[in-house]
């Protein structure tokens, strides 16, 4: 099995290097930078499964970094590692298609935790595929193909359409989703899914294809029929 790589990305050294010690002890593999100019670079030549991203670097930023990566690779997970908790700063987060936005400070065990929920989660039958309306699904490219044109989607948004896949024409509950893929429904997170749900609105140009919102209750994917 692939050994998953872990750029950690975070200028406070000493603790840095206590996370990557800890993490490496769990079996991952982890290259550090010390700052997001340094990260970036890293990243070109790394390919890392993940990155965690602190936010507040000198040179570059994460987030002016998660967005410079956004911009040709939807698929690496990024986890934001920040002491900026307000609202704002994680609403922007997750526009930037951060998979997860995790508060400083916090434990080194809740990290492993949530890593380990990521990556067990991407194991899914390679041949597994969905067709909806005229459109194909592939949950482990995380991609859908409609009209000859193929859009890459997030691990995060990945997730969330499979389960309404799964459930085609039934209602999915807004906290199932949030339970399963966030870990719980609190309102960041429930704010959290609307921007992706969004996002995969934008992604499915088949008009077959909707997803339609039940208020306070949840989603519905319809294809037409």
Request: hydrophobic fraction near 40%; proline fraction near 3%; charged fraction near 30%.
């Amino acid at each position: 099995m692939k050994r998953i790589k872990i750029l950690l990305v975070d200028d406070d050294l000493k603790n840095s290097m206590l996370l990557k010690r800890f993490i490496e002890a769990d079996g991952y593999e982890v290259v550090y930078a010390n700052n997001g100019k340094v990260g970036l670079e890293i990243y070109q030549v790394e390919h890392p499964d993940l990155i965690l991203l602190d936010i507040n670097m000198p040179e570059l930023d994460g987030f002016e970094m998660a967005r410079m990566i956004r911009q040709f690779d939807k698929r690496v997970v990024i986890f934001f590692l920040t002491d900026r908790t307000d609202k704002v700063d994680r609403l922007h987060g997750f526009s930037l298609r951060g998979n997860d936005y995790i508060p400083k400070p916090f434990y080194p065990e809740e990290l492993i935790a949530r890593i380990h929920e990521r990556f067990d989660s991407l194991t899914v039958d390679q041949d597994l595929e969905y067709n909806i309306g005229d459109t194909l699904f592939r949950p482990n490219l995380s991609s859908l193909t409609y009209a000859g044109e193929t859009h890459s989607l997030s691990v995060r948004q990945t997730e969330i359409l499979q389960m309404l896949a799964e459930n085609i024409g039934r209602l999915v509950e807004r906290d199932e989703i949030l339970e399963r893929i966030w870990g719980d429904a609190s309102y960041s997170n429930s704010l959290a899914l609307n921007v992706q749900i969004s996002y995969i609105r934008r992604l499915l140009t088949d008009p077959k294809i909707s997803i339609v919102s039940i208020k306070k209750k949840g989603y519905i994917l319809s294809d037409g029929n």
